[in-house]
């Protein structure tokens, strides 16, 4: 049974033993076969005491977890509950801590940790997708105040929208960036765009990239309307996110946008079981957020321009 056809009563009955769910991991993790991370040596004994299988490695006698180097890493949490996070994760509704909770049985802080590893695994596939073909980018401001002044709200966001599109005009692939590396002085200001194409547009791409700019209402209307669209899907799914974690569910929805023709499951699996984790520690460590900083730059020129690569 293919677990992206299913719905999730049934996919639970699918994987209602560990054992299941470790034959699946085991595949995702080496769709070849095993490999020794030390020396990458094909063959291992199976040691079967612990709660998950561990194996040593026949050549350089090193072990190695079922869950070391995913995003499961260090985790107590049995892996069909993972299996149905990754699961909900991967339905274009999307599941929130809360929700996930409840669902699966953990504490909110088990859940909301959960979220956030899995997020982290879409977040390191869509790092490795460059925008390619025809790209065009715009500025867009997320979380908008009605303000009598041009000073930035606590809460509003300046971030670049991207797209690819094919041969007919559709887009089928998108990023949104926010842009807190280089404060802008106020609302009315555009973000510099070199840096996101040096990042995330493929090189040949990157010589014919159309830049539509804030100016005089000369923006993209589609990227736009994207930009909206993930405000009120962040809006409506998590109803408030701080500035240090916005650009991970960002990336969610993108990489749900991305995908939202096909089904997913086994993909993201995959990514999660080739992903190394991200602690606790690291995803609560303050970090400066210098968006709305508001420090005094020369505007830019009031025009649509193609960038072309340096």
Partial sequence: MNPDSVTFDSFCNLFQREEDCTRVLFAAKWPDGFRCPQCQHPHAYCITTRRLPLFECR???????????????GSRTPLRSWFQAIFLHARPEGINALQLSR??????????????????????????????????????????????????????????????????????????????????????ESPPVEPFIRKHVSIQAAKRAIVSRHYFGNRNQALLAIG?????????????????????????????????????????????????????PVLIKPVEDLSRSIVPRPAAPAKTVAIRAS
């Fill in 59 to 73: 050549a350089c006698r090193g072990q190695t977890s079922l869950i070391a180097g995913t995003i499961m890493q």
């Fill in 103 to 188: 669902i699966i049985g953990v504490t909110y802080k088990t859940a909301w940790l959960i979220c956030h590893k899995i997020r982290h695994a879409m977040q390191h596939k869509d790092s490795q997708e460059l925008l390619t073909d025809l790209v065009r980018l715009t500025d867009a401001k997320l979380f908008t105040r009605t303000m009598s002044s041009s000073a930035w709200h606590s809460q509003e966001q300046s971030v670049l929208v991207g797209s690819s599109e094919n041969e007919q005009g559709r887009i089928f692939r998108i990023k949104i960036k926010k842009q807190n590396k280089q404060p802008l002085r106020n609302r009315y």
């Fill in 228 to 280: 909206r669209d993930a405000q009120w899907e962040l809006a409506r799914k998590f109803r408030g996110i701080g500035p240090k974690h916005l650009q991970v569910y960002l990336d969610q929805f993108c990489y749900v946008w991305n995908r939202r023709k096909q089904l997913v499951f086994g993909e993201l699996l995959s990514q999660c079981a080739n992903t190394r984790t991200i602690t606790y």
